[in-house]
């Protein structure tokens, strides 16, 4: 029985077991656990979540994968041997208990928004976790023409969920016609040889993106941009957004782009 299991829960959390572990590479790994029927949440918010440690919940923030009608949480993480928590956290095994924060947050959701043409969801790395759950989520396909997963890794083998978004999401009993017919899925590999290669800012920049995409170069005046990344790219990403007369937004004041970095570093 873990450590988690034996111990009472604080008040600001939910103790959930784990139900499902996926190890993608020894950088990677998803999980999923039961979730506490009143937490409520929006595609794309994020919530603490952890383990008891020598008595004490040791947390991080995890944007949630899952989509909001999911009965089962999900998500992603990265393995740092040193890391206080994930050096924990990438053993749990099914029947774990793990802490779920009762009050997930964020400004990465459609509602940040003005409503365009092409929403396109930049991340790297576990940057991918808000929208899984997003593009799982039939409210953001209301706003936008075509919704662009354009995610960016090291590592082929690092493109997670990419069998999911591309094999499974256009045959999806709920989502199936609206994927097929505005979800793009547009990879990218930085370190290995791959159709598309190298940093989104750089493909931007030399209009790479939209020769390999076939889609329009950004356009402040119709398309929006969702970033979740490293801080290095989210700030390289802002730079180039903000030249480009991008805006950004905010739960109370919708703009053109939104950010939220990729939490869990350790
Ligand atoms: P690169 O391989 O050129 O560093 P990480 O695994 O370190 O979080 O990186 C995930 C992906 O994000 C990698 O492909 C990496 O490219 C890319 N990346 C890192 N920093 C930036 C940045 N400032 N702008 C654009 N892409 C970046």
């Known amino acids: ?35 506490n029927p009143a937490l409520r949440f929006v595609a794309g918010q994020f919530c603490m979540i952890g383990l008891m440690v020598d008595g004490k919940p040791l947390t991080r923030a995890y944007s949630v994968v899952s989509p909001p009608w999911d009965e089962e949480l999900e998500f992603l993480s990265i393995k740092v041997p040193d890391g206080p928590l994930t050096s924990r956290l990438q053993h749990i095994k099914v029947g774990d208990t793990v802490l779920i924060g009762r009050k997930p947050v964020g400004t990465l959701i459609a509602e940040s928004l003005l409503p365009g043409r092409n929403l396109w969801m930049m991340c790297t790395g576990t940057g991918l976790a808000p929208f899984m759950s997003l593009l799982r989520d039939p409210d953001t396909y209301d706003k ?54 190298g940093r989104i800012t750089d493909r931007i920049r030399t209009g790479q993106l939209y020769t390999d995409t076939g889609l329009e170069p950004l356009d402040p005046a119709k398309d929006r941009v969702m970033l979740c990344g490293s801080e290095a790219f989210n700030s390289d990403m802002e730079k180039l957004l903000e030249e480009a007369g991008f805006e950004e937004g905010t739960n109370n004041k919708p703009g053109t782009y939104v950010l939220e970095k990729a939490f869990v570093t350790k």
């Not at 009472?8 to 020894?26: L, M, N, Q, S």
């Not at 950088?27 to 039961?34: A, Q």
């Not at 094999?167 to 040889?193: C, I, N, Q, W």
Request: aromatic residues 14%.
């Open 1 to 35: 029985m873990s450590e988690t299991a034996t111990q009472t829960i604080p008040a600001a959390y939910y103790g959930e077991r784990v139900t499902w572990v996926h190890h993608w590479t020894d950088r990677l790994f998803s999980f999923r656990c039961t979730r």
């Open 144 to 197: 936008f023409d075509r919704v662009i997963v354009a995610h960016t890794v090291r590592d082929v083998n690092e493109l997670a969920y990419r069998e999911f978004i591309t094999a499974e999401m256009p045959s999806h009993e709920l989502l199936g016609e609206l994927a097929a017919e505005k979800l793009f899925y547009a990879p990218a590999v930085t370190r290995e040889d791959f159709p598309f290669k």
